[in-house]
Each structure stands twice: as C-alpha cells, then as structure tokens.
C-alpha cells in the first residue's frame, strides 16, 4: 500500500485581485516566478501562467497557483510564491485562503481498506441500490484553529481511493502579517494531510 501526492495548491480568495498585472515580466520583477512560460494568457479579467513548474490562474475574485512535481522544494516555493504576492499587494481585501492537497492510495489485493468506509456493510448498501455495483467513500469536516479541514474520500477504479483535502482559512479582519503566517504553515498542512491519510489505514487484521 503507498501513499502518493497526486496534487498541491494554494487557492487565495480576494474581492479585487487584478489579473491584468500577471504578466512574466511582473513575476519575474516581484521574486515570485522566474521561469519562463511555456503558455501564458494575459486578459483584464483573467490570466493564466504556466511554466515548467507551477501553474498561475487568476480572475477578480480567485488565485491558484499549483505546484506542478510534488517534491518538498516545490511546495516550499509554491509557499513562497502565495507570501510573496500578498506581501506585493497587501491592500488587495483578501477573503479566505485554501491550502489544498490529493493523495491516492493504492490497495494491494487483501489489504484493509481506510478505518473510515468501515463503518457502512456494503452488503446493507447492496440492499438498497439493488443490481448497482456500489464502490463508497465520505466527507469528513474537522474544525482547529485557525482552519476548517474539509476531506473528501473517494475511490477511483477497483483499488485506488484519492484523498481531497481543502484547509480553508477565513481572513477578513487578520493582518497581512497573519495571512503570510498562513502561508507559511504550508508544509506544515502537508505533512498533516500525509499523518492523516496513513492514519486511515493499517496491515493485517484487527
């Protein structure tokens, strides 16, 4: 059984963001992102950046930067990038921020499946949705200062169950000082999402 990062992202939430300022050059000027980009989209009411590896999309009122390899480096820049814009531009009314991770698990036959479906008889939901072939998951929400956890279950094919974790933080009324706090605890988020998702699953029988 493995647990791999399927994805990493910060979605930053704002009333006036201003996509027409995203431009490589800007990026480049600002510290935020100095690779050149292999596609880029420039509007005053969107754009896209994409370089080999992050992905930037921006409208008025949403920010996702992705993180395109899953090594620590890149989420620590990926951190660096999301404190470094609101840093640039701390005037903008930020809203909320999304510090955001998949995970896939992949079940070897006659492992455990996650503690959490456990608590469904699938023979009970086979009873219920007669002549369906039933695969289930769950939504768990787990509230801890300063941060409402939602994480989404699911499975995917016969032996692979993927993990959405959303770690939003409300941010009206908090300084710009805090939000960079926020952003910076992002590879502490990412190590708890991994502790999380390992901590759904055990070898052999119980």
Request: net charge neutral; hydrophobic share 40%; aromatic share 10%.
């Amino acid at each position: 059984m493995e647990a791999k990062l399927r994805r990493a992202d910060i979605v930053i939430i704002a009333s006036a963001h201003n996509p027409s300022i995203i431009a490589p050059q800007w990026l480049k000027d600002n510290s935020l992102i100095s690779e050149e980009p292999r596609h880029f989209v420039h509007t005053p009411d969107f754009s896209l950046f994409e370089s080999e590896s992050f992905s930037l999309v921006v409208d008025h009122q949403r920010l996702q930067i992705i993180a395109k390899k899953q090594d620590r480096g890149s989420l620590r820049s990926l951190a660096g990038i999301a404190s470094n814009y609101v840093k640039i531009l701390p005037h903008i009314p930020y809203r909320a921020v999304g510090l955001n991770f998949v995970w896939s698990i992949e079940i070897d036959e006659g492992e455990r499946l996650p503690k959490i479906v456990l608590n469904i008889n699938k023979s009970d939901l086979m009873s219920v949705f007669e002549s369906h072939e039933v695969d289930y998951g769950g939504i768990i929400y787990a509230r801890k200062e300063p941060y409402m956890l939602k994480l989404v279950i699911e499975p995917q094919g016969k032996n692979t169950i993927v993990h959405n974790f959303n770690y939003h933080h409300e941010l009206r009324g908090i300084s710009v000082e805090d939000i960079i706090r926020l952003m910076d605890s992002f590879l502490t988020r990412y190590e708890d999402s991994s502790r999380i998702v390992k901590g759904l699953y055990w070898r052999g029988e119980k």
